[in-house]
């Protein structure tokens, strides 16, 4: 067989794998969907009227209206938050001897990362579409334009394969599953100092600034643009570019991380 | 120029071997040699650096001066051919908790890229090998040590390694298990399997390896078989044991090389298992008409050697 053979076939028993601890350990993969989904919950009907009033559209604004914008917010968060999932079941391998044992085999090495990588990002998208179904149950509406909607979801497809290469790093940089499961509370904060939740214009200056320049607003901008059928402009090439340059650096940073030696 | 394809007849040679992470020296040059076929134990207490020496045979890390080849391959420059004629069980049961025992062992056959039919046949044999049929289908999280240790050193052997590292295989296991994965490392020497085994129990070294290596504080202190270590301690001794005090100090008079011990009533006096010596001692008895109630022969056992050599006793016996 040549290298490209045991390429493909080392990632797919890699990727057979994870999907297997997803499916075994539904405890992992069921908080990543509840949690979005209260906070959706939370946000449209305990703080949407007074929030949705806020935004000052053309009907006026309202729980109606805010459903709309936070939906963008909640995705992202659903995405930040399965980071966990990733990144636990990373440092897992670590941690235990089994990474050691895959690396005294000749087989193909990124085999052990794309396993995780594809089995997350198929983890993620689940959880994406089922916090994407309830919110249209509570009344969201995008627009009907299938164009639109395959764009939408390539920028989150994009986003999903960046943070998990980003979680994947936080998973190899922790030395316990207890680090593994909190650094990635930080991508989760994300999408509230931007604007998932709330214009940045109504931030004072200074915070305004950065919420709008960080990577998650021009993502959620894109999608809600998108979604809502307004004109999008280059803000989504500036979040395909984002994605871009994270899946590069954490993917070279995870690389370099997998290849050090660990200590005796 | 012709290729042969025999096995090299040293499964492993290290010469010279040292790693160290900042200013703690881990080993400190250490060279070794396993003929094929063979099971060599290298036996040191924690710290001595023999998780190190697996790491460095295995590919895992690389030493910081030295050189070593496993199946005749360098370690260094040639790391997918060793890890293709290698297999490892590591100290701690590397298993996948959550997946079963058959699954558990199938993955490695994949990733042996064994065809799906020889994969199958493989994880059977394995499992009824290694006496886990019962226990194939619960998942590995659901075993006791014993059996979790055994399905780690199967999976260790799906790729039918021609050298097979057993880092501290027995480590934490109650004494029927040790049994049972003595039995089956025997079985496995049998088969023509070279084993590089590292432990800290003396007992296991005796009992498994055809030649020790004494490893600490990251150097081989000594190395042989086990009669030839065992040799290094100069003769054993004789302990008689008497009834009453007054026969004690009788003998005490008679053997005055013996040490005497007046709480337990006991005389060790120096001297081995053969037949003239014995026969002096109990001639020596009689002239004095002195009754000794027991006698018990010491021959040295590897203890002893480390004791020895090391000044300081084994995990084991501490």
Redesign the interface.
């Known amino acids: 067989?040549t290298t490209m053979t045991?390429a493909l076939?080392?990632s797919a028993?890699m990727l057979?794998?994870s999907l297997?601890?997803i499916r075994?350990?539904p405890s992992m993969t069921v908080p990543l969907i509840v949690a979005p989904v209260v906070f959706l919950l939370l946000f449209v009907y305990v703080f949407g009227g007074t929030l949705g009033a806020g935004l000052g559209g053309p009907a006026g604004g309202g729980r109606r209206e805010y459903v709309d914008y936070v939906t963008p917010g909640i995705l992202l968060l659903t995405v930040a938050g399965a980071a966990t999932a990733t990144a636990v079941s990373i440092a897992t391998d670590m941690t235990?001897?089994?990474v050691?044992?895959?690396?005294?085999?000749?087989?193909f090495r990124p085999a052990l990362l794309t396993g995780h990588v594809i089995g997350s990002v198929l983890q993620t998208l689940l959880g994406v579409v089922a916090v994407l179904a309830v919110a249209v149950v509570i009344g969201f509406r995008p627009v009907e334009s299938p164009v639109r909607w395959l764009a939408a979801a390539g920028i989150l497809l994009l986003l999903i394969v960046a943070i998990t290469w980003v979680a994947v790093v936080m998973g190899l940089v922790s030395d316990s599953v207890e680090t593994a499961s909190n650094l990635p509370m930080l991508l989760m904060i994300l999408p509230f100092f931007g604007s998932g939740f709330v214009p940045t214009s109504s931030m004072p200056a200074w915070l305004g600034w950065t919420a709008a320049h960080q990577p998650f607003t021009p993502v959620m901008e894109s999608l809600r643009a998108l979604l809502m059928g307004t004109a999008v402009g280059d803000r989504a090439w500036l979040a395909v570019g984002w994605c871009a340059l994270i899946t590069g650096v954490s993917f070279l940073g995870a690389k370099k991380l997998m290849n050090r030696?660990?200590?005796? | 120029m012709t290729l042969s394809l025999q096995e090299p007849a040293t499964a492993v040679v290290a010469t010279g071997l040292r790693?160290a992470?900042g200013d703690h020296v881990?080993l400190d040059g250490i060279d070794l040699r396993v003929p094929a076929g063979t099971v060599l134990a290298l036996l040191g207490p924690n710290g001595a650096g023999k998780?190190?020496t697996v790491?460095i045979l295995?590919?895992?890390?690389?030493a910081d001066g030295g050189v070593a080849s496993v199946a005749g391959h360098d370690v260094r420059r040639d790391g997918?051919?060793v890890?293709?004629a290698?297999g490892?069980t590591?100290?701690?049961?590397?298993?996948?908790?959550?997946?079963t025992g058959a699954?558990n062992l199938a993955?490695m056959a994949?990733?042996?890229?064994l065809g799906r039919a020889e994969r199958q046949r493989r994880t059977d044999e394995l499992l009824s090998q290694f006496d886990l049929v019962g226990a194939a289908r619960r998942?590995a999280a659901t075993y006791s040590g014993g059996m979790r240790r055994r399905l780690d050193i199967a999976?260790?052997l799906v790729?039918r390694p021609r050298v097979l590292f057993l880092d501290e295989p027995t480590t934490g296991l109650d004494p029927r298990s040790r049994r049972d994965v003595w039995r089956l490392i025997r079985e496995l020497v049998a088969g023509g399997t070279t084993v590089f085994l590292t432990t800290q129990y003396l007992e296991e070294a005796d009992r498994l390896a055809d030649r020790i290596a004494l490893l600490d504080h990251g150097r081989i202190v000594a190395e042989g078989t086990p009669a030839e270590l065992k040799r290094l301690i100069p003769g054993g001794h004789l302990r008689l044991r008497f009834t009453d005090p007054s026969q004690l100090t009788a003998a005490a008079r008679i053997f005055e090389n013996g040490t005497r011990d007046d709480e337990e009533l006991t005389l060790r006096v120096p001297g081995d298992s053969a037949l003239t010596s014995l026969r002096g001692l109990l001639d020596k008895l009689d002239e004095a008409s002195i009754d000794a109630a027991e006698l018990a022969i010491h021959t040295p056992d590897l203890d002893d050697v480390f004791l020895a050599l090391t000044g300081q006793p084994t995990e084991a016996t501490r």
């Not at chain 1, 050691?100 to 087989?107: E, K, Q, V």
């Not at chain 2, 295995?58 to 690389?62: A, N, P, R």
């Open positions: 067989m045991y076939s080392d028993t057979r794998r297997r601890h075994r350990y235990t001897g089994i050691a044992r895959f690396r005294t085999m000749a087989i030696e660990g200590p005796a | 790693k992470y881990v998780t190190t790491r295995t590919t895992l890390i690389t997918d051919a890890r293709a290698i490892l590591g100290q701690f049961a590397a298993v996948d908790e959550l997946l699954e993955m994949a990733l042996h890229h998942p999976m260790g790729g």
